[in-house]
């Protein structure tokens, strides 16, 4: 029974590193059953031993992620993306092909058209290609690799809080400028748009948990 017990704690704990339980809404007990073939009671004991840590709270008999460990997750991820994806500009900016350059603009061109919808979760998946083109730029596979598992993490994320969310049409705007500097082969300014978009990325998500 104790095997089983940590077995349930390291798959929960699992599911809430990778932001794959909504960090808005009361954490369903049901679900994490189906998902890891384990029993309510299984479920409920790695909860239980995740709220000794800090992980999750239980609100009006309810269980929820904390805030704080939200907040943890996205620091630590934010702090990896900032620096690597500023790295990964860099090289873009050396490395682009006119090919690449020109699939970019025509993923630029979409966010236009999107944008015109006020559909986020549209735009989030014209973003998802924006940066998935500017890793595949930076000629690196093991960058790439990195950068897109911290992507998804972040988009779970932003899933979650769509319904919250404001215009982004000032995070749009802003890789018009990290297009411009590539297309330059200015690696420094590439480096310096990419971390700001991130952080006001960032500071936008941060508010909306």
């Known amino acids: 029974m104790t095997d089983r017990v940590e077995q349930m704690y390291q798959a929960v704990k699992q599911k809430l590193l990778n932001l794959e339980i909504n960090p808005i809404q009361p954490i369903d007990e049901k679900a994490l059953v189906r998902e890891t073939g384990g029993s309510l009671t299984l479920v409920q004991q790695a909860l239980e031993r ?3 840590e800090g992980m999750v709270v239980k609100e009006r008999g309810r269980w929820r992620v904390s805030r704080a460990a939200t907040a943890s997750i996205m620091r630590e991820i ?17 490395r682009i092909t006119e090919a690449q350059i020109q699939r970019m603009e025509q993923v630029h061109r979409d966010f236009e058209r999107v944008l015109k919808k006020e559909d986020n979760k549209a735009l989030l998946a014209v973003d998802h290609q924006f940066h998935q083109l500017l890793y595949e730029a930076s000629g690196n596979r093991f960058l790439a690799r990195a950068l897109e598992e911290m992507y998804l993490m972040v988009y779970r994320l932003s899933y979650f809080a769509l319904d919250r969310m404001a215009s982004v049409r000032p995070n749009v705007e802003e890789h018009r400028d990290i297009l411009d500097a ?6 420094r300014s590439a480096e310096q748009h990419i971390q700001h978009h991130i952080a006001h990325f960032q500071t936008m998500v941060e508010g909306l948990l």
């Open 50 to 52: 995740l709220a000794r």
């Open 78 to 94: 934010f702090e990896v993306r900032t620096t690597l994806e500023g790295m990964c500009a860099r090289l873009a900016a050396e």
């Open 182 to 187: 590539l297309k330059a082969g200015d690696g």
